[in-house]
């Protein structure tokens, strides 16, 4: 044990005679806890600033009826929870509202994100 204290002294004065290697061992000291500070503030409340992200919500759900269920439509019920919810920026709009806002460049769309959109509709 007693060799093991000496090697430990002399490694610790060889260290405070160069000051770059304290440089060196405090900066491997402190960057994991730096790194794992700003993470730990970058994501403790992630929806801090989600009302300032816009959501615009078109509904085109027709609705249905069947025996079992009788009549049904889902897209008003889930815009009536959205309405409710006020977590983000939930923007109400028709189809032709939304296609013009993403036609002039409102919305950050593009023509391409339009013709995406316009051939992946379900019939």
């Known amino acids: 044990m007693g060799n093991i204290w000496r090697v430990f002294v002399r490694d610790l004065k060889r260290l405070v005679r160069v000051p770059l290697a304290l440089v060196i061992i405090a900066g491997a000291l402190i960057t994991p806890s730096l790194y794992a500070w700003f993470n730990i503030a970058a994501f403790w409340d992630p929806f801090d600033n989600a009302k300032n992200l816009s959501i615009a919500v078109v509904n085109l759900d027709a609705g249905g009826s069947t025996s079992l269920t009788g009549d049904l439509n889902v897209g008003d019920q889930l ?7 006020d977590d983000l920026g939930w923007h109400f709009l028709s189809e032709d509202e939304a296609m013009e806002s993403i036609k002039s460049g409102e919305s950050g769309f593009n023509d391409k994100m339009e013709a995406m959109l316009q051939s992946t509709k379900l019939m």
């Open 79 to 85: 815009v009536a929870q959205l309405k409710d919810n």
